[in-house]
């Protein structure tokens, strides 16, 4: 059997709205996003796992069932008496979306509560994954007990990809946001953040300075996301510009950079080159913003990963 994959997060109860007074409830999180489009493509003996926390609460035993019925574990995760997820709304303009969260107590908070068995989770994994927002749900010190598991799964020749995906509000300033990202940044082999972002937070004037400010950080594949506009490539001494697939009328842009990070890395899994993987990313992005909410159906990842 290959070696598992495993993303590191919070997976959230989600709330779109089907017209008038109508909402839909489903699963979803930057992090759970991307391991959705992973497990989707990536072959089926190969296990995936979503680290986090979780509580004994009726939603959180429907959470883990639903994984459960996609192929997709929850490793050492704890299980927290009393716990429940977070929560979350989408609201729509066109295909924009906004989000009102309810979050504060969620049980992922605590995914970091247990060293051990958070170590446990990320033993022999071909691809740990994690996010800005993973840490910053967590408390100093939590981060620090993440980031030294992640650490040592590295050193066990694990990949890991890290998306910085900076969320302002989730930080108390952007001085603990840039200090958090630099320590994570230490121990990861692929980055993929979003230039607006990394704009927002670093000052960055253009795609090229994120590439060029990551790689003196010792990061050796990077691809610097841009929404509609082409994404930058750096790996190497290249820097190679990578268009985004054209979509007339998107539907739902929810989870189109969650998407891509799923595509790029079960790409990159099967020996793509990052500008191979980035194509496919591009195609798998642009499947997704033409169906509401953040995870499309597997056999529509897959058509247009394969296609």
Known sequence: ???GIASVGECMLELSGQGGESWRMGYAG???N??????ALTEPDRAADYVSAFGDDPFSIK?????????????????IPGARPGLYAI????????????????????????PAALAKSLENQSLVYFSGITLAILSPEARKVLLNAVAGARAQKTLVAFDPNFRPRLWPDAETAKAAFEAALATTDIALPTFPDEQALFGDAAPHDTAKRLKKLGVSEIVVKNGEAEALIAHGDLLTPSPATAVAKPVDTT???????GGYLAARLVGDSPVEAAVRAHRVAG?????RGALA?????RAVFNG
Not at 34 to 39: A, E, I, S, V
Not at 287 to 291: F, G, H, K, S
Not at 297 to 301: D, G, I, R, S
């Open 63 to 79: 959470q883990i069932a639903f994984f459960s019925e996609n192929g997709i574990g929850i490793a050492a995760s704890p299980r």
């Open 30 to 32: 930057d992090t759970f």
């Open 1 to 3: 059997m290959a070696r």
């Open 255 to 261: 989870g189109a950079g969650d998407s891509f990070n």
């Open 91 to 114: 609201t729509l303009t066109g295909a924009e979306r906004s989000f009102t969260y309810w979050r504060s107590d969620a049980a992922a908070r605590q995914l970091a509560s247990d």
């Open 287 to 291: 499947a997704v913003i033409q169906v």
């Open 34 to 39: 991307t391991l959705w489009t992973l497990r």
């Open 297 to 301: 159906p597997f056999e529509t990842l």
